[in-house]
């Protein structure tokens, strides 16, 4: 009978182990980042590290219950080739293949403005064939500041733009940042 007894407890206590769920996955992309925000039913105990040649990066959740991760292996960005995901003993494992070498940051989100608990992985890094902004934005004013080379500068992200650039960048879809760090879209 305390056999029995002991089984029980030891089953609801794993349980309570695997008690979170995903509930949402949201993600935002640009040149310079990756960002993937899961949605979790409670605070997620978790591990990440990194593997190389092939690039990966391995978030482990202990307390995440794998059953809810499929909708998580369907998410698809430029920076990752595949998402896989595993249930193991302790948890869930989620291993993201990176199509290159890339910079990374993991973390946990209390719930906050109507949002829930949340693990964000930030992966970091140009994709591949894309120049920083600085590099396109020097490119475009050296080939432009020929044209216009008496003109008013305004300063693009870091970079002083004659008024030729400028509307070269325009034209390329670019936003000028001013010198308080106010930015825009170009018009006109």
Do not use: C
């Not at 120049?131 to 020929?146: D, I, M, T």
Request: aromatic share 6%; proline share 3%; hydrophobic share 45%.
């Amino acid at each position: 009978m305390m056999l029995r007894l002991w089984v029980i407890a030891l089953w609801f206590l794993s349980s309570a182990v695997q008690a979170i769920t995903l509930l949402e996955v949201r993600s935002s992309s640009d040149q310079d980042s990756t960002r993937l925000v899961l949605g979790l039913s409670d605070a997620p105990t978790f591990r990440e590290f990194s593997l190389t040649r092939p690039e990966r990066l391995v978030v482990d959740v202990s307390n995440l219950d794998a059953r809810s991760l499929d909708r998580l292996a369907r998410w698809s960005d430029t920076r990752v080739t595949r998402v896989r995901t595993s249930e193991r003993e302790t948890g869930s494992r989620v291993v993201f293949d990176l199509a290159a070498s890339y910079r990374t940051n993991v973390f946990a989100l209390t719930p906050a403005a109507g949002n829930p608990h949340r693990l964000v992985v930030d992966i970091i890094g140009y994709v591949a064939g894309e120049r920083p902004v600085e590099e396109r934005l020097a490119a475009l004013a050296g080939r432009h500041a020929a044209h216009d080379a008496g003109a008013v500068a305004d300063h693009v992200g870091g970079v002083k733009l004659a008024d030729a650039a400028r509307h070269a960048l325009h034209d390329d879809g670019g936003v000028l940042v001013d010198e308080d760090g106010h930015g825009g879209s170009l018009s006109g």
